[in-house]
Structures are given as C-alpha cells and as structure tokens.
C-alpha cells in the first residue's frame, strides 16, 4: 500500500504542529493495545487525529477480526462491520484533514464490504456507515473542546459525540454526549483513561460504553441501516 506523506507544507508544521505518523511506528504503538485493537466494539478516539494514520489502522485491525468471525454470513458481517465503523472517533482541527481521515476509513470499510457482501450489499448501509463518520470524524478544538470554523477557530458550538450501541437485533441506540461531560465522566471513572491534551495519539479506550451516569443530550433508536434518516 502506498506510504502515506508525514508532512504536506512547512507552514502547517510551523503552525499547527502537523507531522503525519509513519505506518511503523503506528501499528508499533497499536500493537502495545493489541488485544483492544482486535475488540470489534472497544471504542478509541484521537484527539488530534490529522488525515487518520492511527485510526485506519485500527479500522483495518477490527474488520479483519470481523471478517474472521463473519465472512460466511454477509448479514452477520455488515452489522458487525458498522459496530466496528462506530466505535472509531477522531477530533481534528483542519477541515481538510477531517475530510480526508472520513474518506479514508469510509473506503477501508466500503471496500472489505464489498469484497465480503458482493450482491447483498445495500446502498442504505453504506449511507449508514458515512452518517457515522460524518458524526465520529469532527472538525474542532480537542484542547478547548469546541467546534471550530473553516479558519481553525474556535465557535461557540461544543464538540458532540455520538454514543452507538446495538441494544437488540438490527436496531442500535445513539445517545449523543458533549466530550466535555464525556472528559468528566472518563476523567471520573478508573474504566477509562482520558486527557484533554492534543498531542497524546489516543486518548482513550473503554471496554464499557460511557455509562448512563452522564447526562446525553439526545437518544435516538434506529434500524442501522436507517442512521441518517436521523437527521
Ligand atoms: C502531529 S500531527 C499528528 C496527526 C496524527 N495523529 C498522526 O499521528 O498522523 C497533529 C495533528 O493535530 C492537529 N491539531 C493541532 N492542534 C489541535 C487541536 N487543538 N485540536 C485538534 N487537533 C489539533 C493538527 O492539525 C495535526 O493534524
């Protein structure tokens, strides 16, 4: 596979630190997690996530466990494919980069889809899957935990992330969380580790969802091939 390049200007290392990680060093660091990585629903989010080098990687660890377990039953492997798609979360603060980290998961997760679920796949899936990215993948502040603009300033809009959760057969319940109330019920918890530094690759991996001690704004239960009919 092509190397991804480390660094695209002088100007955005001198400005925003940006120093793309080399695929050696990332699966080095992934592999000190392994066991994590190769958890279909274990949930990890990057804080300062640039075009993706961490999270393709975990991507592709997942769906091969996926692919493992379920490539005889395409039913069976597409909803695990999603659950492994939903539980990636990544905080950018170049527009460019989010676009580009969303592309590059979302054509990981379409290609082994394909190759697994030739003519059962399904158009309303795939929506699904980029609905997912389109919430997991955000532009915004990882130290000041909010959303920023197309100049990489901050707005008055808080960063929100989407809990997803299959709670029975094919429907999966989404609770959406500030990270800021997410930061606090980490920070509160010996399940997760957390940080609100930008520069540590991946902040945190939980075996549990969030839990329901921290106030979600909105819940909405959905059919997962429907997601985006949610808004
Ligand atoms: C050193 S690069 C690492 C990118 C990626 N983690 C990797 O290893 O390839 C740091 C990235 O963080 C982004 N960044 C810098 N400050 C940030 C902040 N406060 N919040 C979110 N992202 C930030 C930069 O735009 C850049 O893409």
């Known amino acids: ?6 660094i695209k200007s002088k100007q955005r290392v001198a400005c925003h630190g940006e120093v793309f990680t080399a695929e050696r060093e990332v699966n080095a660091m992934l592999d000190l997690v392994k066991q994590e990585t190769e958890r ?5 989010l990057e804080p300062a996530c640039g075009t993706g080098n961490f999270l393709v990687k975990i991507l592709e660890r997942k769906l ?35 676009e ?13 889809y394909k190759s697994i679920c030739k003519t059962e796949t399904n158009e309303d899936v795939q929506k699904s899957a980029r609905f997912i990215l389109s919430k997991n993948i955000v532009c915004g ?3 000041s935990l909010m959303q920023v603009d197309e100049n990489a300033k901050d707005t008055e809009t808080p ?27 980490g920070s509160s918890s010996n399940k ?5 530094e930008a520069n540590e690759q991946i902040s945190f991996s939980t075996e549990n969802p ?14 997962y091939r429907s997601l985006w009919k949610d808004e």
């Not at 279909?40 to 990890?44: A, G, K, L, N, Q």
């Not at 997760?192 to 609100?196: A, G, P, V």
């Open 1 to 6: 596979m092509k190397q991804q390049k480390q």
């Open 40 to 44: 279909i629903d274990s949930r990890f």
């Open 64 to 98: 091969s466990v996926v692919k493992k377990k379920y490539r005889k039953s395409p039913l069976d492997y597409e909803r695990n494919s999603i659950l492994a798609l939903s539980s990636i979360y990544g905080v950018e603060l170049l527009n460019d980069n989010v």
């Open 100 to 112: 580009d980290c969303q592309k590059r998961l979302y054509k990981i997760w379409e290609k082994a």
């Open 141 to 143: 502040n990882a130290l």
């Open 159 to 185: 960063i929100v992330f989407s809990e997803w959760a299959f709670i029975r057969g094919n429907i999966i319940q989404r609770k959406d969380y500030t990270f800021e109330d997410l930061m606090r019920i």
């Open 192 to 196: 997760t580790e957390s940080t609100n």
């Open 210 to 223: 969030p839990s329901d001690e921290g106030k979600f704004l909105k819940q909405y239960t959905t059919d």
